[in-house]
């Protein structure tokens, strides 16, 4: 019975194939054929569609676009995809005129050409960055219909730098020096203030991505790379680090990039990512085209380290079953993670929860709100629950 059934499918599956090679006659033709001649810089396939999202403002300089997460791959996210958060738009910067400035309480204060900086000695490190206001909406149930609305404002590149720690060292910090002030050299003036042990553990001044220079929106030409931490300190087009004994309580510090707790209290200074992870197959908006096998997957994260294990439910969170993990597991990166399933055709909810080597355990929404409240906008990383409907389609439950 079983064997006739898939045997009926395959012939339905073959009958819609041959169908199609007909309908698309000219296209076939077109195989074979001459092609186009050889350009300079590459394009994807003009048949490829998946775009940023980003929200239509009266100030399309400031805003942000989200990532095509559903659409996503693998672990890396191309470039031209990556998300974008500018507070002052894209500044178009010359590298041969661009200068980065080591100053404040230093032995020898620096100023640093592009040039300069790329004869360093230099690090290369694949890590996520992640907007602090990342599904911020989930707090409040306000949350977008799809995955690439509500968690797109993440992205995983491999970056290139030279490490703060070797700048710093170069100028010399003096003592009682324990701030580092970025600056960016945008419109906005991005201003972060930055822990000196953290600075010395493992930030990157970044003029790579993805094996070539970075992006004019990703900071082009200097950046820095803080792994694990909020994308807001992620300061682009650096062009000042002033060495400091105290925090600046920057606007972007004080006025936002802080949590609101449940009694009034503002938590600032709140850099450190968790956990998270979402489920991108199938996700909100999508439409499963009948019942039978399908690959469950998502993507997983954690600023804190590598994936220890994701875990994942489809009837609502009762039953919670080990997903495979793709290899190698990189610290602070993307881990793609997959389930075999099978859709019968009767109502799922999906979710997925991740647990990093520090032990930390993706909470659920209720667990994470029962703590912090619905204050905030930011560090929401709650588990992510889908509604497969019996027809094949994908909501989320939150909407
Ligand atoms: N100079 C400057 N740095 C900045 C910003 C900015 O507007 N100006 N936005 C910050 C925010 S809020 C985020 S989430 C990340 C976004 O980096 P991306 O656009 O490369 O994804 O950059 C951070 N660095
Ligand atoms: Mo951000």
């Given at each position: 019975m079983k064997e006739q059934a898939s045997r009926r499918r395959i012939l339905?599956?073959?009958?819609?194939?041959?169908?199609?090679?007909?309908?698309?006659?000219?296209?076939?033709?077109?195989?074979?054929?001459?092609?186009?001649?050889?350009?300079?810089?590459?394009?994807?396939?003009?048949?490829?569609?998946?775009?940023?999202?980003?929200?239509?403002?009266?100030?399309?300089?400031?805003?942000?676009?989200?990532?095509?997460?559903?659409?996503s791959v693998g672990t890396l996210t191309?470039?031209?995809?990556?998300?974008?958060?500018?507070?002052?738009?894209?500044?178009?910067?010359?590298?041969?005129?661009?200068?980065l400035v080591i100053h404040g309480m230093v032995e020898r204060p620096l100023s640093l050409s592009v040039a300069e900086i790329k004869r360093l000695p230099s690090v290369t490190?694949?890590?996520?960055?992640?907007?602090?206001?990342?599904?911020?909406?989930?707090?409040?149930?306000?949350?977008?219909?799809?995955?690439?609305?509500?968690?797109?404002?993440?992205?995983?590149?491999?970056?290139?730098?030279?490490?703060?720690?070797?700048?710093?060292?170069?100028?010399?910090?003096?003592?009682?020096?324990?701030?580092?002030?970025?600056?960016?050299?945008?419109?906005c003036r991005m201003e972060r203030s930055i822990p000196m042990a953290k600075a010395m553990e493992n930030i990157l001044v970044a003029y790579g991505q993805n094996g070539e220079a970075l992006r004019p929106a990703q900071g082009y030409p200097l950046r820095l790379i803080i792994p694990g931490w909020e994308g807001n300190t992620n300061v682009k087009w650096l062009h000042s680090l002033k060495v400091a004994?105290?925090?600046?309580?920057?606007?972007?510090?004080?006025?936002?990039?802080?949590?609101?707790?449940?009694?009034?209290?503002a938590r600032i200074f709140t850099y450190q990512m968790e956990a998270k992870s979402v489920i991108t197959f199938p996700s909100g908006g999508q439409k499963l085209p009948g019942q039978g096998l399908y690959e469950l997957t998502g993507l997983a994260w954690s600023g804190r380290g590598r994936i220890e294990r994701v875990e994942i439910t489809t009837d609502g969170g009762k039953i919670w079953v080990k997903a495979d993990l793709q290899e190698?597991?990189?610290?602070?990166?993307?881990?793609?993670?997959?389930?075999?399933?099978?859709?019968?055709?009767?109502?799922?909810?999906?979710?997925?929860?991740?647990?990093?080597?520090?032990?930390?355990?993706?909470?659920?929404?209720?667990?994470?709100?029962?703590?912090?409240?619905?204050?905030?906008?930011?560090?929401?990383?709650?588990?992510?629950?889908?509604?497969?409907?019996?027809?094949?389609t994908v909501t989320n439950v939150e909407v």
């Open positions: 339905r599956m073959g009958a819609v194939l041959s169908g199609g090679m007909l309908a698309t006659k000219d296209a076939a033709l077109a195989e074979g054929q001459l092609g186009t001649p050889l350009g300079p810089y590459g394009e994807r396939s003009t048949y490829e569609k998946a775009v940023r999202w980003r929200r239509d403002t009266k100030t399309p300089e400031t805003g942000s676009s989200f990532t095509p997460l559903a659409d191309p470039s031209s995809l990556h998300y974008e958060r500018h507070h002052a738009g894209i500044p178009n910067i010359d590298p041969a005129a661009h200068r490190r694949t890590l996520v960055l992640e907007c602090g206001g990342n599904s911020g909406a989930e707090w409040a149930a306000q949350t977008a219909p799809d995955v690439q609305r509500s968690f797109g404002l993440v992205s995983c590149s491999e970056w290139t730098g030279v490490p703060l720690a070797l700048l710093l060292a170069e100028a010399g910090a003096r003592p009682g020096a324990t701030w580092v002030i970025a600056e960016g050299a945008d419109a004994d105290q925090a600046y309580m920057a606007r972007d510090e004080t006025s936002k990039y802080t949590d609101l707790m449940p009694d009034g209290k190698p597991r990189l610290p602070i990166a993307f881990t793609r993670f997959r389930l075999p399933w099978r859709f019968d055709g009767r109502e799922a909810v999906i979710a997925s929860r991740a647990v990093d080597e520090s032990g930390y355990v993706q909470p659920t929404r209720e667990e994470l709100i029962a703590v912090r409240g619905v204050n905030s906008n930011f560090h929401f990383n709650g588990s992510k629950k889908w509604r497969v409907r019996a027809d094949g």
